[in-house]
């Protein structure tokens, strides 16, 4: 039985000792990956194309609610028309009956603004992850190129504040970390305008 127990122990110890070498031969590096997505050039282009397209939709909204306001205006005017004591009973029936087709009006007006707000809403939120992920896929590409061509087996996000929230057990800012290099490679491609 004694012996059982030595034999188990020994192979327990040679897995624990096999992992930890094996642990020891992978490089594990480092990326900001906040300062990389901010300082790239692709970034910096999405967030003013997302800007433009913020300002177009609040222009087209700004437009709409301003027709909106003249229909409520228009409507309160003729309400008031048609409640006038000063004129006679039939003029006043008349005048509500007209009410009717300005109320539906103003109701419709009502309705396509708030489908516009939604549906505008939903194609930013759209548009902006899509170019996100864009911007995000060239990031993985470059650092997965670098961490290969440099012998990494692992690459963490020193920042901390990526979406899986990766938790950084040890982090040398010497050599392993990768932040310039993937930088620079991406802003390679920069059109000249973008570099200013």
Excluded: C
Excluded at 40 to 69: F, G, P, V
Excluded at 88 to 96: Q, T, V
Excluded at 126 to 147: F, L
């Amino acid at each position: 039985m004694n012996k059982l127990i030595q034999s188990v122990m020994l192979v327990g110890a040679m897995v624990v000792l096999s992992a930890g070498s094996a642990l020891a031969q992978s490089r594990i590096a480092t990326v900001n990956l906040v300062e990389v997505f901010d300082t790239y050039w692709k970034t910096k282009q999405a967030k003013l194309a997302l800007a433009d397209s913020r300002n177009e939709t609040k222009k087209e909204i700004d437009n709409m609610q301003e027709a909106h306001k003249k229909l409520i205006q228009g409507y309160q005017k003729s309400l008031a028309e048609a409640n006038d004591q000063a004129v006679s009973a039939d003029e006043r029936d008349k005048r509500k009956k007209s009410l009717e087709s300005k109320l539906k009006d103003l109701r419709d007006s009502e309705d396509m603004l708030k489908q516009v707000v939604s549906s505008r809403e939903s194609e930013l939120k759209v548009k902006t992850e899509r170019m996100m992920e864009d911007v995000i896929k060239d990031i993985r590409s470059v650092v997965a190129g670098k961490a290969k061509a440099s012998g990494y087996a692992f690459v963490f996000d020193s920042s901390g504040r990526s979406l899986a929230s990766t938790e950084v057990l040890f982090y040398n800012s010497g050599e392993s970390d990768l932040t310039k290099a993937v930088v620079e490679e991406l802003n390679l491609t920069a059109p000249a305008d973008a570099k200013k």
